[in-house]
């Protein structure tokens, strides 16, 4: 017999949406077969079997729709003559629930448990809430000067950090509530309860306060804050002429009429070569937000930001420099069709290297896109205009041009090589044949 539980989408998933029922109760399902639907943070996906058994759907299961913990059970499957357990209650479930995960490092594990002190009670200060050494000896030296002034036995009040998030946003005191997580740890959960109480009792008085957001909303906006308070952003502008790039665009459109390429596509097969002219640029943070990680010329991988009605994702055509164009286009293509219909698995959103964002269809010249953490930078295309240049001889000739914006982290790069980075994506959309050819 084997259980059918929520499984962990990310690490710092603590619930989500049980969507619905592939199967039904009494089918026959094959390891691999998808059985439920899931949404975490980010997107929906289709959770597969682990095991091979006749599904079994316990009666007080969740129902579509519900918002349930990690671990929670959901079925069983069951070989050839099992039968279901006579009750699987809440006690049942209960009994089973998976601790929360808590994502610490092995050094700072270690330290934790030499000087008796609790994860669950420390918030991580590393990338996506990573526990770090430093922050077990913070944690020791608050117990300490605790222990010091402690008049009572009262045990410490922990919450989660997406429950002080929350507390923060909805101007609620956590620390007067009582958890529903395990060993009265506080949840989100608990903070949006206790916010709509407390709306609820003074709704004489108080404004309505909009539309809550969605799950997939708040992890985007976690993400984007992240980067904010991890990165030091500065943006660079230039404006090319793209006079033969479009020209390019255009007789490609004409020859594979089938499957077009977007100028982002094109761009994506030049930056490989401005990467390998500009390796300072071929960095992402590590873990820890402690160094950076290298990235050679094979492992470069390219996210397409894309606008969906569920908010901004991003996939990511990985290994960039061994496709073809036509492959890149086909596999763009095929990332923001799944995005767009909330299909996107979240691997194909993991391990970029580089992103590039384009808000010229809107209308829009320069803009000061976010870097996609723990990425260093991104690129952001403008609108394609057709403008006076002066050329050398004083002529004056309508050309298109084009404005590039470069957010880069200041952080892990200085201003010098990035503007040689931007100068030379420019070069590279100025004229592609040209730039090919000194690149190699």
Not at 13 to 37: C, P, S, Y
Not at 200 to 224: E, F, M, N, V, Y
Not at 263 to 290: C, E, N, S
Not at 364 to 372: A, H, K, L
Request: glycine share 8%; with cysteine; hydrophobic share 40%.
């Amino acid at each position: 017999m084997h259980e059918i539980r929520i499984p962990r989408l990310g690490w710092s998933m603590e619930e989500g949406t049980f969507v619905r029922w592939l199967k039904n109760e009494g089918d026959i399902v094959a390891r691999g077969d998808a059985i439920f639907e899931l949404e975490g943070d980010k997107n929906v996906q289709e959770i597969e079997a682990v095991e091979a058994g006749s599904l079994h759907i316990p009666p007080n299961a969740p129902a579509a729709g519900t918002r349930v913990e990690v671990g929670t059970l959901l079925g069983y499957l069951l070989a050839a003559g099992e039968h279901p357990p006579e009750s699987s209650s809440a006690k049942e479930q209960s009994k089973a629930e998976e601790p929360p995960y808590i994502a610490a490092g092995p050094a700072a594990r270690r330290m934790a448990a030499e000087l008796g002190i609790e994860l669950g009670s420390i918030t991580g200060s590393g990338r996506s809430g990573l526990i770090t050494k430093d922050d077990v000896s913070a944690a020791a030296e608050n117990r300490i000067g605790e222990n010091a002034i402690a008049t009572s036995s009262i045990g410490k009040i922990v919450a989660t950090p997406r429950a002080r998030r929350a507390a923060s946003d909805l101007g609620v005191d956590w620390r007067s509530l009582k958890g529903s997580g395990r060993n009265g740890r506080i949840r989100e959960a608990d903070i949006l309860a206790a916010s709509q109480a407390h709306g609820t009792s003074h709704q004489a008085a108080a404004k309505p306060l909009g539309q809550k957001l969605s799950p997939r909303r708040r992890a985007i906006a976690d993400r984007l804050r992240r980067s904010q308070e991890m990165t030091v952003p500065v943006t660079l502008h230039t404006t090319v002429d793209v006079t033969e790039f479009v020209a390019l665009r255009e007789r490609l459109k004409a020859a594979t009429p089938q499957l077009p390429p977007a100028y982002t596509d094109i761009i994506g097969a030049l930056l490989p070569r401005v990467f390998k002219a500009h390796p300072a640029m071929a960095w992402i943070w590590d873990d820890t937000h402690q160094g950076l990680n290298q990235v050679t010329p094979d492992e470069i991988h390219i996210g397409i930001a894309v606008d969906t009605p569920e908010g901004l994702l991003v996939p990511v055509i990985k290994s960039i420099s061994s496709k073809t164009l036509p492959e890149i286009t086909a596999e763009s293509r095929h990332l923001i069709e799944m995005a767009r219909t909330g299909k996107l698995p979240g691997d194909a959103m993991r391990s970029g290297t580089f992103t590039i964002t384009n808000l010229g269809s809107f209308g829009i010249d320069g803009f000061t896109p976010v870097i996609n953490y723990p990425e260093i930078a991104i690129l952001g295309l403008g609108a394609i205009r057709r403008e006076p240049v002066f050329m050398k001889d004083d002529r004056v000739v309508a050309r298109l041009r084009m404005t590039l914006s470069l957010t880069f982290d200041h952080a892990a790069v200085d201003g010098a090589p990035a503007a040689a980075f931007l100068r030379d994506i420019g070069q590279a959309v100025s004229d592609p044949a040209a730039f090919c050819l000194n690149f190699g």
